[in-house]
C-alpha cells in the first residue's frame, strides 16, 4: 500500500518528538533515528512516495453533480440536430430551454451506462465483462450500431471480448462506448489508470481499437477535470490513456493543431478536419453517415478548446459540427459540468436538473440523485481500494500516472471501394425461390437502397462475385429471420441467424456477415439457407439486400495534409 502524505493539521497527520513523552527525551533520539533509517530503506527500496491529491468531500459530490447534470444537459441541447448535417456543418437554429432536459430520461447517452452502474450493484466492482452485456442485452430500451450488434451476440453466444471484436462486429470503431463511458470517469477522480482498467472491461463488450479508445478517451478527460480546470492540459493528459500511434489519438492532436493555427475560426478548422478525416469509417462506409468515435471525438474537443469554458459556446461548437451531434456536446458538457460543479450551472439549468431528480431513466432503477449518490460511494471505494482514504471531510487519493491502453487497429488498411445492391444482377447469381421485398434503409441519409431478396426456403442460394479484399453481406434481422450458412471461395464460413426481436426492435440493413483480409483479386460470398430457426422466430427467412465491398491501401487521412502544412 502506497504510503500517505497528509498535509500538516490535517487529522492523520502528527508531527516528529511530539508524540514521544519527555521523560523519554533520549530514547526519542534513538526512536528518531531508527524512524529515520526505516524510511530511508523504504525509500530505497520503493521509490519515493506518490503524490496524494486531496478534495473536500462536498466539493467531489458537487462535481460529480455536475458531470452528470452536464451530459443532460448537452445531450438535450444537440438531440433535436443528431445527424441533420453529415459532412457538413449544422447551420439552423438551435431551440434549446432548460426544461428541455427532461428528454434525457429518454437517452442512450445515459440510460446504457446507468445499465453498467446496475451491474456493478449487483456483481460488484471486479463483475465480468460478460454481465455488463448480459444486462445491456436484456434491458428493456432501444439499441443500435456496437450496442445492438453486442445485444444480438449475447443471443448467439457470443461473448467479451468476441463481442466487441471486428470479427464479430463491423461497429467496433463506432461511438458507442464513448457516449457511455462517462460513469467511469465520474468514479474515478484523478484515478486515469484505475479508470482504463475499468474501461478495458467495459469496452471489450461492444467495442475494439478506436472505438474502444474513446470510451478511455473521456472517461480521462474526466478523471482530470476533478483537478484542473486547464482545458488544454486536461486534453493534452486524457491523450496519455490512449495509444500515441492509434488513429484515435492522431485525430484529437490534428484538432489540437488546427486550433493553434485557426484559434478564432472553427469552421476552418472543421473544414480542413473533413478533408482528411471525414470519409475514414467502416460503418455505413461510402455514405455521408459517420458515427465513428474518433471523428465525433475530435468534435468533443473542437467543442472544448473553442468553447474556452463557456456552456453554450461548447455546445454549440460541438453540436455544429454535426454527425453524431447529440452525443458530442453532452461528452464536451460533461467535461465543463465536472470543472465548475453542479453549484457552478447556470441556475435555470440548475432548477431544471432538481425538479427532475428522482426521476427514473428508461428501464434502469436510477435517478439523476440516485447517480450522484453511487457515483460517489463508488469513487470512494476505488480510492480506497487504491489507498485513498476518507479523512475528515476530505478524500485523499494517491495520484495515478495515465498509462495507454495497448495499441489495436479494428480494420488495418481496410478502405471502402462500392456498395452493390442485390438488384444488380451482374454480380448476383440465385437459385431457388427468392422473393423481393421493399423495405427502405434505416440509417444513411442517401435515398433507399431498393428492395431485399428473402428466401426462407432450405437450400436456396444466394451467390455474390465480387473483386476486393474484404466483403460485408447486408440485410435485414427480424421477427421472422431464420439461419444461413456462409461460405466463401467454397469454404464454410459460419452458420448466421437473422432473428432479431429485442425491446421492441428489428433492424434494417445490418451487417449480417463479414470478412477482411482477403487476397487481393476475385472472390465469391455464397449464403445458403437452411430453413431453420430458433424457437422464438417467426419463420425462416433470410434478406439480403447489398453487399459492401473493401480494399486494402493507404488510409486517406495517412496521405493528406493540412492546407498550412
Given at each position: 500500500?502506497?504510503?500517505?502524505?497528509?498535509?500538516?493539521?490535517?487529522?492523520?497527520?502528527?508531527?516528529?518528538?511530539?508524540?514521544?513523552?519527555?521523560?523519554?527525551?533520549?530514547?526519542?533520539?534513538i526512536?528518531?533515528?531508527?524512524?529515520?533509517?526505516?524510511?530511508?530503506?523504504?525509500?530505497?527500496?520503493?521509490?519515493?512516495?506518490?503524490?496524494?491529491?486531496?478534495?473536500?468531500?462536498?466539493?467531489?459530490?458537487?462535481?460529480?453533480?455536475?458531470?452528470?447534470?452536464?451530459?443532460?444537459?448537452?445531450?438535450?441541447?444537440?438531440?433535436p440536430?443528431?445527424?441533420?448535417?453529415?459532412?457538413?456543418?449544422?447551420?439552423?437554429?438551435?431551440?434549446?430551454?432548460?426544461?428541455d432536459?427532461?428528454?434525457?430520461?429518454?437517452q442512450?447517452?445515459?440510460?446504457?451506462?446507468?445499465?453498467?452502474?446496475?451491474?456493478?450493484?449487483?456483481?460488484?466492482?471486479?463483475?465480468?465483462?460478460?454481465?455488463?452485456?448480459?444486462?445491456?442485452?436484456?434491458?428493456g430500451?432501444?439499441?443500435?450500431?456496437?450496442?445492438?450488434?453486442?445485444?444480438?451476440n449475447?443471443?448467439?453466444?457470443?461473448?467479451?471480448?468476441?463481442?466487441?471484436?471486428p470479427d464479430?462486429?463491423?461497429?467496433?470503431?463506432?461511438?458507442?462506448?464513448?457516449i457511455?463511458?462517462?460513469?467511469?470517469?465520474?468514479?474515478?477522480?484523478?484515478?486515469?489508470?484505475?479508470?482504463?482498467?475499468?474501461?478495458?472491461i467495459?469496452?471489450?463488450?461492444?467495442?475494439?481499437?478506436?472505438?474502444?479508445?474513446?470510451?478511455?478517451?473521456?472517461?480521462a478527460?474526466?478523471?482530470?477535470?476533478?483537478?484542473?480546470g486547464?482545458?488544454?492540459?486536461?486534453?493534452?493528459?486524457?491523450?496519455?490513456?490512449?495509444?500515441?500511434?492509434?488513429?484515435?489519438?492522431?485525430?484529437?492532436?490534428?484538432?489540437?493543431l488546427?486550433?493553434?493555427?485557426?484559434?478564432e475560426?472553427?469552421?476552418?478548422?472543421?473544414?480542413?478536419?473533413?478533408?482528411?478525416?471525414?470519409?475514414?469509417?467502416?460503418?455505413e462506409?461510402?455514405?455521408?453517415?459517420n458515427?465513428?468515435?474518433?471523428?465525433?471525438?475530435?468534435?468533443?474537443?473542437?467543442?472544448?478548446?473553442?468553447?474556452?469554458?463557456?456552456?453554450?459556446?461548447?455546445?454549440?461548437?460541438?453540436?455544429?459540427?454535426?454527425?453524431?451531434?447529440d452525443?458530442?456536446?453532452?461528452?464536451?458538457?460533461?467535461?465543463l459540468?465536472l470543472?465548475?460543479?453542479?453549484?457552478g450551472?447556470?441556475?435555470?439549468?440548475?432548477?431544471?436538473i432538481?425538479?427532475?431528480?428522482?426521476?427514473?431513466?428508461?428501464?434502469?432503477?436510477?435517478?439523476?440523485?440516485?447517480?450522484?449518490?453511487?457515483?460517489?460511494?463508488?469513487?470512494?471505494?476505488?480510492?480506497a481500494?487504491?489507498?485513498?482514504k476518507?479523512?475528515?471531510?476530505?478524500?485523499?487519493?494517491?495520484?495515478?500516472?495515465?498509462k495507454?491502453?495497448?495499441?489495436?487497429?479494428?480494420?488495418?488498411?481496410?478502405?471502402?471501394?462500392?456498395?452493390?445492391?442485390?438488384?444488380?444482377?451482374?454480380?448476383?447469381?440465385?437459385?431457388?425461390?427468392?422473393?423481393?421485398?421493399?423495405?427502405?434503409?434505416?440509417?444513411?441519409?442517401e435515398?433507399?437502397?431498393?428492395?431485399?431478396l428473402?428466401?426462407?426456403?432450405?437450400?436456396?442460394?444466394?451467390t455474390?462475385?465480387?473483386?476486393?479484399t474484404?466483403?460485408?453481406?447486408?440485410?435485414?434481422?427480424?421477427?421472422?429471420?431464420?439461419?444461413?450458412?456462409?461460405?466463401?471461395?467454397?469454404?464454410?464460413?459460419?452458420?448466421?441467424?437473422?432473428?432479431?426481436n429485442?425491446?421492441?426492435?428489428?433492424?434494417l440493413?445490418?451487417?449480417?456477415?463479414?470478412?477482411?483480409?482477403?487476397?487481393?483479386?476475385?472472390?465469391?460470398?455464397?449464403?445458403?439457407?437452411?430453413?431453420?430457426?430458433?424457437?422464438e422466430?417467426?419463420?425462416?427467412?433470410?434478406?439480403?439486400t447489398?453487399a459492401?465491398?473493401f480494399?486494402?491501401?493507404?488510409?486517406?487521412?495517412?496521405?493528406?495534409?493540412?492546407?498550412f502544412?
Open positions: 500500500m502506497p504510503i500517505l502524505i497528509y498535509p500538516s493539521g490535517s487529522p492523520d497527520h502528527q508531527g516528529g518528538l511530539d508524540r514521544i513523552p519527555r521523560k523519554s527525551r533520549s530514547g526519542a533520539v526512536i528518531t533515528w531508527l524512524m529515520s533509517c526505516f524510511i530511508l530503506l523504504l525509500s530505497c527500496s520503493s521509490g519515493p512516495a506518490p503524490e496524494v491529491k486531496n478534495i473536500p468531500l462536498s466539493l467531489l459530490r458537487d462535481k460529480i453533480a455536475g458531470g452528470w447534470a452536464g451530459k443532460m444537459i448537452g445531450v438535450t441541447y444537440g438531440a440536430t443528431e445527424f441533420r448535417a453529415q459532412g457538413t456543418t449544422y447551420e439552423d437554429s438551435i431551440l434549446w430551454k432548460p426544461d432536459i427532461r428528454g434525457a430520461l429518454w442512450d447517452d445515459i440510460y446504457v451506462q446507468l445499465t453498467f452502474l446496475m451491474t456493478m450493484d449487483r456483481y460488484g466492482m471486479e463483475a465480468p465483462a460478460k454481465r455488463y452485456q448480459e444486462l445491456l442485452a436484456k434491458a430500451y432501444p439499441l443500435w450500431h456496437a450496442n445492438v450488434q453486442s445485444r444480438k449475447y443471443f448467439d453466444s457470443i461473448f467479451p471480448p468476441e463481442s466487441g471484436h464479430n462486429n463491423l461497429h467496433a470503431d463506432d461511438i458507442d462506448f464513448q457511455e463511458a462517462d460513469y467511469i470517469g465520474f468514479i474515478c477522480p484523478g484515478m486515469p489508470e484505475t479508470a482504463n482498467r475499468l474501461a478495458g467495459t469496452g471489450q463488450v461492444m467495442n475494439y481499437g478506436d472505438g474502444l479508445y474513446g470510451g478511455a478517451f473521456v472517461a478527460l474526466y478523471a482530470e477535470a476533478f483537478f484542473s486547464d482545458i488544454p492540459a486536461i486534453i493534452d493528459k486524457a491523450l496519455l490513456s490512449i495509444p500515441a500511434e492509434s488513429d484515435y489519438a492522431k485525430i484529437v492532436r490534428d484538432v489540437v488546427l486550433h493553434r493555427h485557426f484559434p475560426d472553427w469552421r476552418a478548422a472543421w473544414q480542413e478536419l473533413q478533408n482528411k478525416w471525414g470519409s475514414v469509417q467502416i460503418c462506409a461510402g455514405t455521408s453517415f458515427i465513428d468515435a474518433k471523428l465525433n471525438g475530435a468534435y468533443i474537443v473542437m467543442g472544448l478548446l473553442y468553447g474556452e469554458g463557456d456552456p453554450l459556446k461548447t455546445m454549440e461548437i460541438s453540436t455544429r459540427c454535426g454527425q453524431d451531434s452525443c458530442n456536446p453532452s461528452n464536451a458538457m460533461a467535461v459540468g470543472i465548475r460543479g453542479f453549484s450551472l447556470p441556475a435555470p439549468w440548475q432548477e431544471a432538481n425538479a427532475l431528480g428522482d426521476s427514473l431513466f428508461i428501464h434502469t432503477d436510477y435517478s439523476f440523485r440516485k447517480a450522484v449518490d453511487k457515483s460517489m460511494d463508488y469513487a470512494t471505494q476505488l480510492a481500494t487504491h489507498g485513498g476518507i479523512s475528515g471531510e476530505y478524500l485523499a487519493i494517491p495520484a495515478e500516472d495515465p495507454p491502453l495497448p495499441h489495436a487497429d479494428s480494420f488495418p488498411r481496410l478502405l471502402f471501394d462500392k456498395r452493390i445492391p442485390v438488384s444488380t444482377r451482374e454480380y448476383w447469381s440465385s437459385g431457388g425461390s427468392w422473393e423481393s421485398s421493399g423495405l427502405a434503409n434505416a440509417h444513411a441519409a435515398s433507399p437502397k431498393g428492395n431485399a428473402f428466401s426462407g426456403h432450405a437450400g436456396d442460394k444466394l455474390f462475385t465480387f473483386n476486393g474484404g466483403v460485408s453481406l447486408v440485410g435485414h434481422w427480424l421477427k421472422d429471420g431464420g439461419k444461413a450458412d456462409i461460405f466463401v471461395d467454397g469454404e464454410f464460413k459460419r452458420t448466421i441467424d437473422c432473428y432479431f429485442y425491446a421492441g426492435q428489428q433492424h440493413n445490418m451487417d449480417l456477415y463479414h470478412v477482411t483480409g482477403l487476397e487481393k483479386g476475385e472472390h465469391t460470398l455464397q449464403l445458403v439457407v437452411r430453413g431453420e430457426k430458433r424457437p422466430s417467426e419463420g425462416t427467412r433470410v434478406y439480403v447489398e459492401v465491398v480494399l486494402t491501401g493507404d488510409k486517406r487521412s495517412e496521405n493528406t495534409r493540412f492546407s502544412q
